[in-house]
Structures are given as structure tokens and as C-alpha cells.
């Protein structure tokens, strides 16, 4: 035991009983020393503590275990908190052959609810629909409130759909929640079958789409016919950004980021912001939230993605890589075997 607090000390990584440094790509135990499970998860800060949300895939694939949720105070110690949502809060449809994917919680001040939002899908990936729940505690229990699909618009569907778009709106999948500075909140997400991007508004409640639901006004079509998929929005001096990948399934590629003045856009696409080995499969992950970098520099986040393992899901790992948003909104991902706080004040 000695031998290993030693070996661990001097990688950095521990500090009486604890992390101190992210490893991405390695094995990222919680506090009891278990592997996290919280893939194409997001974070909630609320009162001083984060919680991280994410698929549980400890059983492989498909929803048989539902969405579990940890907290920290430093976002490297994490204690897990059990689920937030079981698979049986959801319908059986979505549970064992059926999805859960991509949970993301925001909290209303407003109604002091916490709201989560998720992709819900059966076997075939034809239901693709938004499901929401909400709790009075960040930890959960979620009570279901109930899926569909927030838009409806004739885009041109094809003869035969199968997942029956004219009838009940845009299909959705890989989505995340974004809550803006003036408290309005807003679901970006992947439509008309994954080839185009939606983002919408959300109603006061951030249960629904804010209604009468009108294109332009309350939400809009981005990156159309660009099929991208994994969005991570954020905010940096007024203006928004938005990291998202290519759709090759659980083949990691290239991401792409684009920048808008307004969140309905016009978005202008800026390219691949990773550099170095393996930048051309975003060092073999995809992206799923970008988080503010706590401290007093505005300019610094945290890139948060997953590195699938479709053999082995509960075995697939996380990448959290810091960046800044340099002038001229430029943006660079450099890959770190291991990094520390001390990055943002290099």
C-alpha cells in the first residue's frame, strides 16, 4: 500500500486520500473506488456543488440501469449518489432493448425544480423523442413527465420514413441543454434523422418547447444537412459556441465547433479546433459538454467527451481536456496525459 500512495503521489494524483490532477482516457474511479458511470453525461452546478449526470453502462448497452448521478466540490473527487433515474422510471419501451441517452439537467429558480431532458429511443431508433422528468432534489428521484417530439416542420420527408417525422415532428436524438444569461433555456439537438441541428426554446417551466412553437422566433434549423451530432454549447463575451461531431456511430472523427452572435444563429462554422496526434478523431472521443473552468478566468473550460468502447461500454472512458477561447474566437484542443488547475494560470 505504501508503494502505491507513493507511486500515486508522485504522479500527482493524490493528496490525503484524494485527485488532484484528470488523466484523461484512464480509468476514473469515485470516491469508493469504483469506475464512474456517467457516459454522454453533463454537469449542474447548484449552491457550490457539481453534479454530473450520465448513462450507467455498467450492465452494457441499452437502458438497463438507468441515469446515474455523482457530486464533487473540486470536479475530480466524485461521490456517487445512486440513480437519478432508474430504468423503471422510464416506459418499458425505453428500458433493457430501449435508449436513455445523453441526460442533461438544468434548474429552474423559478419553479425550484430540476429538469432533465433525454434522448429516448426504442431498439430500431425510430421513436427518437425528447423525454423530460423532473425533481425537487438534484439527486434525484426524477418523476417521468412524458417524451415527444418539440417540432413539427416539413423539411421535405422522404416517401417512406420510418420514423414518421410528418406525423410527429422532427425526430430527436443526441441533444444538450443550454440556460442563457437572461434565465431563458434552450435544447440543441439532432434532427430530420441526425442530417440537421436543431435549437429551440423552452418553455418558462423548461418542460416543452415555449409555445406557439415559430421558426425563427422560438427555434431554428443549424448546420443544415451537415449531420452532426454530440452538440456541447457554451458562452463566451455575449457570443455562443457550439462543439459537435460527424455521425459514424460509435467510430470516434473529426469535430467541428461553430460560433453565432445570436443562439438561433446564423452559425458560422470555424473547423476542427483539436491539434496534434489523433486531433482527427478528437483523440478518439466525441464530444458531450463544455463546462466553465471554475476561478476567476472567463476565457477557460473544459471540454468533456467520451471515449466509446462499443465492445465494453461500461468500460468506455472520459476526456476532459482544457482549452481557452483565444481572440478572434479561436479555439485549441491539445491533448494532456494529465493536467491540473495550474494549466489556466500557464
Same mark, same amino acid.
Given at each position: 500500500?505504501?508503494?502505491?500512495?507513493?507511486?500515486?503521489?508522485?504522479?500527482? %494524483?493524490?493528496? &490525503?486520500?484524494?485527485?488532484? +490532477?484528470?488523466?484523461?482516457? =484512464? /480509468?476514473?474511479?469515485?470516491?469508493? *473506488?469504483?469506475?464512474?458511470?456517467?457516459?454522454?453525461?453533463?454537469?449542474?452546478?447548484?449552491?457550490?456543488?457539481?453534479?454530473?449526470?450520465?448513462?450507467?453502462?455498467?450492465?452494457?448497452?441499452?437502458?438497463?440501469?438507468?441515469?446515474?448521478?455523482?457530486?464533487?466540490?473540486?470536479?475530480?473527487?466524485?461521490?456517487?449518489?445512486?440513480?437519478?433515474?432508474?430504468?423503471?422510471?422510464?416506459?418499458?419501451?425505453?428500458?433493457?432493448?430501449?435508449?436513455?441517452?445523453?441526460?442533461?439537467?438544468?434548474?429552474?429558480?423559478?419553479?425550484?425544480?430540476?429538469?432533465?431532458?433525454?434522448? %429516448?429511443?426504442? &431498439?430500431?431508433?425510430?421513436? +427518437?423523442?425528447?423525454?423530460? =422528468? /423532473?425533481?425537487?432534489?438534484?439527486? *434525484?428521484?426524477?418523476?417521468?413527465?412524458?417524451?415527444?417530439?418539440?417540432?413539427?416542420?416539413?423539411?421535405?420527408?422522404?416517401?417512406?420514413?420510418?420514423?414518421?417525422?410528418?406525423?410527429?415532428?422532427?425526430?430527436?436524438?443526441?441533444?444538450?441543454?443550454?440556460?442563457?444569461?437572461?434565465?431563458?433555456?434552450?435544447?440543441?439537438?439532432?434532427?430530420?434523422?441526425?442530417?440537421?441541428?436543431?435549437?429551440?426554446?423552452?418553455?418558462?417551466?423548461?418542460?416543452?418547447?415555449?409555445?406557439?412553437?415559430?421558426?425563427?422566433?422560438?427555434?431554428?434549423?443549424?448546420?443544415?444537412?451537415?449531420?452532426?451530432?454530440?452538440?456541447?454549447?457554451?458562452?463566451?463575451?455575449?457570443?455562443?459556441?457550439?462543439?459537435?461531431?460527424?455521425?459514424?456511430?460509435?467510430?470516434?472523427?473529426?469535430?467541428?465547433?461553430?460560433?453565432?452572435?445570436?443562439?438561433?444563429?446564423?452559425?458560422?462554422?470555424?473547423?476542427?479546433?483539436?491539434?496534434?496526434?489523433?486531433?482527427?478523431?478528437?483523440?478518439?472521443?466525441?464530444?458531450?459538454?463544455?463546462?466553465?473552468?471554475?476561478?476567476?478566468?472567463?476565457?477557460?473550460?473544459?471540454?468533456?467527451?467520451?471515449?466509446?468502447?462499443?465492445?465494453?461500454?461500461?468500460?468506455?472512458?472520459?476526456?476532459?481536456?482544457?482549452?481557452?477561447?483565444?481572440?478572434?474566437?479561436?479555439?485549441?484542443?491539445?491533448?494532456?496525459?494529465?493536467?491540473?488547475?495550474?494549466?489556466?494560470?500557464?
Amino acid at each position: 500500500m505504501r508503494i502505491l500512495i507513493s507511486v500515486l503521489l508522485a504522479a500527482g %494524483l493524490w493528496a &490525503q486520500g484524494q485527485r488532484t +490532477a484528470f488523466e484523461p482516457g =484512464a /480509468v476514473w474511479p469515485d470516491t469508493d *473506488g469504483k469506475p464512474i458511470q456517467a457516459h454522454g453525461g453533463g454537469i449542474l452546478l447548484h449552491q457550490g456543488v457539481y453534479y454530473w449526470y450520465g448513462e450507467d453502462k455498467t450492465l452494457g448497452n441499452f437502458n438497463r440501469t438507468g441515469v446515474a448521478v455523482y457530486s464533487s466540490k473540486d470536479l475530480l473527487n466524485w461521490k456517487r449518489e445512486g440513480l437519478a433515474l432508474p430504468k423503471d422510471g422510464v416506459p418499458e419501451l425505453f428500458r433493457e432493448s430501449g435508449v436513455c441517452e445523453r441526460p442533461k439537467v438544468l434548474y429552474n429558480k423559478r419553479t425550484k425544480k430540476f429538469v432533465m431532458w433525454m434522448h %429516448l429511443d426504442d &431498439q430500431p431508433y425510430a421513436v +427518437a423523442s425528447a423525454g423530460v =422528468a /423532473v425533481s425537487d432534489r438534484a439527486v *434525484g428521484p426524477f418523476h417521468f413527465e412524458g417524451y415527444s417530439r418539440p417540432v413539427k416542420f416539413d423539411f421535405g420527408y422522404p416517401e417512406k420514413d420510418r420514423t414518421n417525422q410528418k406525423e410527429l415532428g422532427g425526430t430527436y436524438r443526441d441533444m444538450n441543454l443550454f440556460l442563457d444569461d437572461d434565465g431563458r433555456a434552450y435544447a440543441f439537438y439532432s434532427s430530420e434523422d441526425n442530417w440537421t441541428m436543431y435549437v429551440v426554446r423552452l418553455n418558462a417551466e423548461f418542460t416543452g418547447p415555449e409555445l406557439p412553437v415559430v421558426q425563427g422566433k422560438t427555434w431554428q434549423r443549424i448546420m443544415v444537412k451537415d449531420q452532426r451530432e454530440g452538440p456541447a454549447p457554451f458562452k463566451y463575451k455575449g457570443k455562443y459556441y457550439l462543439f459537435s461531431s460527424a455521425c459514424t456511430g460509435w467510430k470516434p472523427n473529426r469535430a467541428s465547433y461553430a460560433v453565432a452572435e445570436n443562439i438561433l444563429g446564423p452559425w458560422t462554422v470555424k473547423g476542427d479546433p483539436s491539434v496534434g496526434p489523433e486531433a482527427e478523431t478528437t483523440f478518439r472521443s466525441q464530444s458531450t459538454y463544455v463546462l466553465p473552468a471554475p476561478g476567476k478566468r472567463k476565457d477557460a473550460f473544459i471540454f468533456m467527451a467520451d471515449r466509446w468502447n462499443p465492445e465494453k461500454l461500461q468500460d468506455s472512458r472520459y476526456v476532459w481536456l482544457p482549452f481557452v477561447v483565444q481572440p478572434g474566437d479561436k479555439i485549441e484542443l491539445k491533448w494532456a496525459d494529465r493536467w491540473d488547475w495550474s494549466v489556466f494560470s500557464k
